[in-house]
T-cell receptor
Framework: GAGVSQTPSNKVTEKGKYVELRCDPISGHTALYWYRQSLGQGPEFLIY????????DSGLPNDRFFAVRPEGSVSTLKIQRTERGDSAVYLCASSFGLAGREGVAGELFFGEGSRLTVL | AQTVTQSQPEMSVQEAETVTLSCTYDTSESDYYLFWYKQPPSRQMILVIR??????QNATENRFSVNFQKAAKSFSLKISDSQLGDAAMYFC???????????FGAGTRLTVKP
């Protein structure tokens, strides 16, 4: 597609439920990122994929959070046993690859985010 | 660890005037990129301007320019001739060269008064 697409735009769930958030990156972008943005804060890095593999998942807060990208394109962020503290906007971004290589200047292209509210 | 600090939670500017948003960062690297992103209420982060650390010349994009002070680890954004559409959250971000770790500051909310 023309831009990064995220679904759903808004998700309200109850504490303890399972949630999936989907990201469809820009066609041709090999790198995909998930960020979490709490109210009044900047985006916080969660996980980064290069192709199908998670190259860096050091930002995932705990084992309730998991993300996949099975075919190297669409990614799904999965949150188990949701807690009220998980409420945030989850941003997805994509890019061509590593900043600095092959002239890539490192810009990330963002989607509009999925707002998760856990009651 | 790299950190990005934006010390101004909120800023206000009169339409057509100039405003400067501050950003400092901490790194031990010599090669990296710096960015300013704009986030309107639609939530989508939009790139405003980027700066490669190895370039001494400050980046400019129309009404937007930066003051990059590498030794001081400072990267401020100047918006000239402010427009109502400039009102948004502005985030400063740092990214290592040959690395995919991009870190953001806490943001500055810019209000433009007509």
């Amino acid at each position: 597609g023309a831009g990064v697409s995220q679904t759903p735009s808004n998700k309200v769930t109850e504490k303890g439920k399972y949630v999936e958030l989907r990201c469809d990156p820009i066609s041709g972008h090999t790198a995909l990122y998930w960020y979490r943005q709490s109210l009044g804060q900047g985006p916080e890095f969660l996980i980064y994929f290069q192709g199908t593999g998670a190259a860096d998942d050091s930002g995932l807060p705990n084992d309730r959070f998991f993300a996949v990208r099975p075919e190297g394109s669409v990614s799904t962020l999965k949150i188990q046993r949701t807690e009220r503290g998980d409420s945030a906007v989850y941003l997805c971004a994509s890019s061509f690859g590593l900043a600095g290589r092959e002239g890539v200047a490192g810009e990330l292209f963002f989607g509009e985010g999925s707002r998760l509210t856990v009651l | 660890a790299q950190t990005v600090t934006q010390s101004q939670p909120e800023m206000s500017v009169q339409e057509a005037e100039t405003v400067t948003l501050s950003c400092t960062y901490d790194t031990s690297e010599s090669d990296y990129y710096l960015f300013w992103y704009k986030q309107p209420p639609s939530r989508q982060m939009i790139l405003v301007i980027r700066q490669e650390a190895y370039k001494q010349q400050n980046a400019t994009e129309n009404r937007f320019s930066v003051n990059f002070q590498k030794a001081a680890k400072s990267f401020s954004l100047k918006i000239s001739d402010s427009q109502l559409g400039d009102a948004a959250m502005y985030f400063c971000a740092y990214r290592k060269y040959n690395n995919n770790d991009m870190r953001f500051g806490a943001g500055t909310r810019l209000t433009v008064k007509p």
